[in-house]
């Protein structure tokens, strides 16, 4: 029978388990919405519009000014699931 050590590489499946609730990930991770986060995460200076101008294509500065942003605000890259 195969071992079930948490941690064993090619040994079964590793268990997983919720530390936090939907919420919390949704209030830790979530992009802001409304108000006042939105002011203070998602307006660049004149050093990141700089940082954005090094892209050559426009959507290629669009993403950057996002990834910036949302760096800012969760301490985490914007990325695909």
């Known amino acids: 029978m195969p071992s079930r050590e948490i941690g064993a590489v090619g040994r079964g499946r590793v268990g997983r388990r ?5 919420a919390e990930v949704q209030n830790l991770l979530g992009l802001a919405a409304a108000g006042d986060n939105l002011f203070r995460y998602y307006t660049l200076d004149t050093a990141d519009r700089l940082e ?4 050559r294509r426009s ?3 669009l993403g950057i000014a996002i990834q910036l942003c949302v760096i800012r605000q969760t301490g985490r890259l914007f990325g695909r699931k």
């Open 18 to 22: 919720k530390l936090i609730s939907a």
């Open 52 to 55: 954005c101008e090094r892209s």
């Open 59 to 61: 959507h290629n500065k």
